[in-house]
């Protein structure tokens, strides 16, 4: 069996298929290996928002979707691109300009940059620190400060309550989704993400004759569950859909923001969503390990389960009352995922 | 008119006055002259009498709901005629009719007794021109504040243009603080809202995300309906306009309400055949209406991508499909007559049932998947008990009827209540629910499209046996009819949204001297305030859903 997890990261790959070694090698190699993972996420990305959106959604509701343009209506993509861009680019009186426009560029760097340390599978890892799940957590945080910057920014009620709205949410859900992630390092003892990976690649148990992995959503799905719904808080997707809130507060602190900047918003939004859905994958679904097919490919299908899950809650949940949504992540959530991680350390301890 | 007395409480032998004569009785000395309309015995009072007069029949005489108000520029002087009836017998009804003098048109308001008064009274002042002594808060409600003259007196000059300098015409969006320091923010929503539904302007104070204070403003779809029906006659010209009031699918219903008026003010007679097929048409468009309203309901508390939304368009689709086989149209039906309906079902009459029965048949399981995605959902629980509180007294003080009123527990349907139509001969429920909340206007509404799928089978069932040589669809109407002078009359019908009023006023011509509608819209939308003070933004716009209000027909 091929090793999930080649040793060798991709900066290094890359280096050295061009014959570089040194500073110039890591230099070369850093920035093509994350121009790379930059464009497959982005592809994915431009995949999931005009086209993949669209068909999940009118699959729940009984109806057709895009189906004019190219096979499936999979060219819709371009020509939504195309249309997007060439928008006008609509910047309203006596907004506070560097953050409204640093703002829509900050959501899908922060994303993008969170996937440094995501090990992809086939050798596609850009850095592995020791700190790795740290970086990733913190890099996600900085979206809440681009959304800040752009509710305060924009010079409009209706974003400002949306920013005020995301603020409290990512306060009250990123405990509980951190905590969360804790009892995982309980278990794992290093916060790099390779080892988190390697360690799930173990035996859990055998039932005749199939070896299941030690996946920590096996050992754990209590803190599995947790995750996935404080994330869904994170990613604000339904019943948590609180700072954006169409029908209520119009589009929150994307309000005022029209072509290229919506352009980058959403884009932020859904490569969130596969944020959200690969440190999922790589805390609790083995990172890219499966049967069978290549550990790129599985990665990729995990991550889609995960969009396809938000979207799924999109389609049939309601959105939760904010006060109401604020209880649940401070007095369900917070307290839930102590517990839990209370709980793992306790296990583990006695175990080991 | 049938004087169907309320039981007598604790033995007590309780006789309310109904007839005339005991009624100007109980008025005595304010009664300065007696008038009789069609529908109900007429009083005329004194301009400043308004509201002993009204507090005395309200609580003396039962008259419990001030359905409308109709104010009026005759040759000699202004009036304001308020339509009472009451919540536990709607055929008990009473005019008072208040002149006020040419030159200084003032009269009391009713608000202090129905809070109803305030937007009704602030109509007419807006387009007739009657002015309110105590009213609380008399500004124009439909055309702009800076609008010159009253469109519907007499000496209004049509033709003079409406020019306001941009810095009159005070922009509704410009207003941003109400004052200088405070806690509170000032916040729009609408004209152009997602949640609006239409062109609402909800001029709304905030404290943090709670709602401090809420003010419709009304008026962007105001299309001169009452003044456009005046100009045109009763026979054939009026009935393509009610299928513009309340747009969204409930055009029969808006179309009996002017035939029912009209019908009543000529003495016409309705063959049975062509009331069973209007009871059937009717309550197609109250499902049509009430799908509709669930579907964009769950929008407002869901989201924009709920699948619900267009489950509810899937069957709201099927309606529409057997009204345009019924009509012909799918929205603008102009399907009613006076005296009937304009053709007979669709041939083939057996494809037709089949379709009308299919339909029927899988209605129970589609209802049954909106219990299973929407009422029994608990987040939707969460969001929707308890919230929006309308309890029956400030409804019934509102004028509010429909399914709102029925949400509060008020048991008050004109289909049984003042029986028009084919109803009293079919076996149906009049659906309450006592929740008054959110959930109860929803769940009402849910429920109401089983019943009217109930009279949608018997009407069925009625049709495939009637005899082929009795399928009269019109009776014998004069192809012009001139009612008599001065002969008044207002009727109501229970369209999908509650108590559609019509008064007319015939003056000896072809045409109608006044024409007013009374919109249940305009008076469940007045609730707004009284559901969402002190409630949080999504619940007020959850609330705003609940209405289920559609702008044609606040506006007219």
């Keep these: ?196 990976v390697a360690q799930q690649a173990e035996p859990l148990l055998t039932v005749a004759g199939v070896t299941i992995p030690q996946w920590f959503a096996f050992v754990n799905p209590f803190a599995f569950v947790l995750f996935v719904i404080a994330n869904l808080a994170e990613v604000g997707r339904n019943p948590f859909d609180v700072p954006e809130a169409p029908t209520e507060i119009v589009a929150g602190f994307q309000t005022e923001y029209s072509s290229v900047y919506f352009v980058l918003i959403y884009l932020g939004e859904f490569i969130h969503i596969f944020l959200g859905g690969a440190l999922a994958a790589t805390l609790f679904l083995g990172g890219p390990a499966g049967p069978i097919l290549p550990g790129f490919i599985w990665f990729t299908i995990k991550i889609w389960a995960f969009y396809l899950f938000t979207q799924w809650a999109r389609s049939a949940i309601p959105r939760l009352r904010v006060d109401q949504f604020l209880d649940v992540g401070w007095k369900g959530m917070l307290v839930l995922s102590f517990a839990n991680l209370a709980l793992t350390a306790i296990i583990v301890g006695v175990i080991a | ?32 002259d007696r008038e009789e309309h069609v529908n109900a015995p007429g009083f005329v009072i004194r301009p400043d009498a308004v509201q002993e007069t009204l507090t005395r029949l309200r609580d003396e005489a039962g008259f419990d709901h001030l359905s409308c108000v109709t104010a009026e520029e005759r040759e000699d ?12 017998d709607r055929q008990r009804e009473v005019s008072v009719v208040v002149p006020a003098p040419k030159d200084d048109p003032v009269s009391e308001s009713a608000e202090p007794v129905f809070r109803t008064a305030d937007w009704h009274e602030r109509e007419a002042y807006d387009l ?67 949640a609006t539904h239409g062109v609402l302007h909800v001029k709304t104070v905030l404290d943090g995300e709670q709602v401090a204070d809420v003010d419709p403003d009304i008026g962007y779809l105001h299309r001169c309906e009452e003044q456009m029906c005046q100009t045109k006659t009763y026979r054939h010209q009026i009935m393509p306009y009610p299928d513009r009031w309340d747009y969204a699918s409930s055009g029969l219903l808006n179309e009996w309400a002017y035939a029912r008026a009209a019908e009543d003010l000529n003495d016409i007679d309705v063959p049975e055949y062509a009331q069973i097929i209007r009871t059937m048409g009717a ?59 304009v053709w007979d079902l669709p041939e083939p009459r057996e494809e037709f049932f089949e379709t009308i029965r299919d339909f029927l048949d899988d209605l129970p399981e589609a209802l049954e998947e909106y219990h299973d995605l929407i009422t029994s959902n608990e987040i939707l629980q969460a969001r929707t008990i308890d919230t929006g509180v309308l309890p029956p007294e400030v409804a019934k003080s509102y004028g509010a009827t429909g399914p709102v009123a029925r949400g509060s527990g008020i048991d008050y349907d004109l289909r049984r209540d003042d029986p028009y139509g ?58 012009t009819l001139r009612p008599e002078d001065d002969t008044e009359i207002y009727r109501a019908v229970e369209a999908a949204k509650g108590e559609l009023g019509i008064y007319i006023r015939a003056d000896g011509t072809e045409k109608p001297g006044r024409f007013k509608i009374r919109s249940p819209c305009f008076s469940n939308l007045q609730t707004l305030p009284e559901m969402s003070a002190g409630e949080y933004i999504p619940d007020m716009v959850a609330s705003l859903g609940s209405l289920d209000i559609v702008l044609g027909e606040v506006d007219r």
């Excluded at chain 1, 040194?22 to 990305?45: D, M, P, R, Y």
């Excluded at chain 2, 002087?77 to 536990?88: A, C, G, K, N, V």
């Excluded at chain 2, 699948?307 to 102009?334: C, H, P, S, W």
């Design chain 1, 1 to 196: 069996m091929v090793p999930l997890q080649s040793q060798v990261l991709l900066p290094e790959r890359i280096a050295g298929l061009l014959g570089l070694s040194g500073t110039v090698g890591q230099i070369v190699g850093g920035l093509l290996g994350a121009f790379l993972i930059a464009n497959l996420l982005l592809v994915q990305t431009a995949i999931a928002g005009p086209w993949a959106k669209r068909k999940i959604t009118a699959a729940f509701t009984d109806r057709i979707a895009v189906n004019r343009i190219g096979p499936f209506g999979l060219l819709t993509i371009v020509t939504d691109a195309v249309r997007l861009l060439s928008k006008e680019l609509i910047i309203p009186e006596d907004v506070d300009r560097p953050s409204y426009d640093l703002g829509p560029l900050l959501v899908p760097f922060s994303a993008l940059l969170g996937f440094a340390v995501i090990p992809m599978g086939n050798g596609i890892h850009l850095a592995d620190p020791e700190t790795g799940l740290v970086f990733a957590f913190a890099a996600s945080s900085i979206a809440s400060l681009g959304i800040v910057m752009m509710g305060y920014g924009s010079n409009n009620k209706y974003s400002l309550l949306g920013g005020l709205r995301a603020i409290a949410s990512n306060i009250a859900y990123e405990i509980p989704l951190v905590v969360t992630a804790a009892s995982v390092v309980v278990f794992t003892g290093t916060l790099q993400m390779s080892e988190v």
């Design chain 2, 77 to 88: 002087r202004y009036e304001s005629i308020y339509h009472l009836t009451s919540f536990d």
């Design chain 2, 283 to 341: 309550e197609f468009c109250r499902i049509a209406s009430h799908m509709l309203a669930v579907g964009t309901f769950a929008l407002d508390v869901y989201g924009d991508f709920t699948a619900i939304f267009m489950y509810a368009m899937r069957d709201r689709e099927k309606v529409q499909k057997v009204l345009e086989d019924l009509t012909g149209q799918r929205m603008m039906f102009n399907y009613f007559r006076l005296g009937g309906v």
């Design chain 2, 128 to 194: 007739i021109g009657v002015e309110y002594d105590d009213h609380p808060d008399l500004r124009r409600i439909l055309l702009p504040d800076t609008w010159q003259g009253h469109p519907l007196s007499e000496n209004y000059d049509q033709d003079r243009p409406q020019i306001v300098t941009l810095s009159e015409w005070e922009n509704p969006l410009a207003e941003d603080h109400r004052e200088e320091e405070g806690d509170t923010m000032y916040v729009n929503i609408g004209p152009h809202h997602p």
């Design chain 2, 422 to 479: 084919y109803y009293d001969e079919l076996e149906w429920d009049v659906i309450t629910e006592d929740g008054c909340d959110n959930f109860s206007r929803l769940l009402v509404r849910l429920r109401e499209v089983e019943e009217s799928a109930k009279i949608i089978e018997q009407c069925v069932d009625l049709l495939e046996d009637w005899p082929e040589e009795e399928r009269t669809i019109q009776s014998n109407v004069p192809r």
């Design chain 2, 1 to 32: 008119m049938s004087l169907e007395e309320p039981e007598p409480e604790d033995g007590a032998v309780e006789v309310l006055p109904t007839a005339g004569d005991e009624i100007a009785e109980l008025l005595g000395d304010l009664v300065v």
